[in-house]
Nanobody, 115 residues
Framework: QVQLVEFGGGLVQPGGSLRLSCAAS????????VAWYRQAPGKQRELVASVTNGGSTNYADSVKGRFTISRDNAKNTVTLQMNSLKPEDTAVYYCKADRGPFQYWGQGTQVTVSS
């Protein structure tokens, strides 16, 4: 069982930046593919960005050029750097880790973009 803890959310003005981190309890975290999802009120959960165990990244069109996902396997963490934030980025952000048939989710962290 892998435990994921997200932190770094909060309230930010439009155009601002936030840095989310996902910390894992598993020392084998480097073998996991990791993704950030988000869910806004009344909407379905959507993929924001992902990084494979080999370091390849993928982004939703809505965040390309603004968000950057990266991983530090030595620290068992994955980070989502979010720049040029927009009100429509407001959501609960979740970290997910996959390895084979196993899938783990964090509890989520709230990001609110508002003036």
């Amino acid at each position: 069982q892998v435990q994921l803890v997200e932190f770094g959310g909060g309230l930010v003005q439009p155009g601002g930046s936030l840095r989310l981190s996902c910390a894992a309890s598993d020392a084998l975290f480097s073998f996991y593919a990791v993704a950030w999802y988000r869910q806004a009120p009344g909407k379905q959960r959507e993929l924001v960005a992902s990084v494979t165990n080999g370091g390849s990244t993928n982004y939703a069109d809505s965040v390309k050029g603004r968000f950057t996902i990266s991983r530090d396997n030595a620290k068992n963490t994955v980070t989502l750097q979010m720049n040029s934030l927009k009100p429509e980025d407001t959501a609960v952000y979740y970290c997910k880790a996959d390895r084979g048939p196993f899938q783990y989710w964090g509890q989520g962290t709230q990001v609110t973009v508002s003036s």
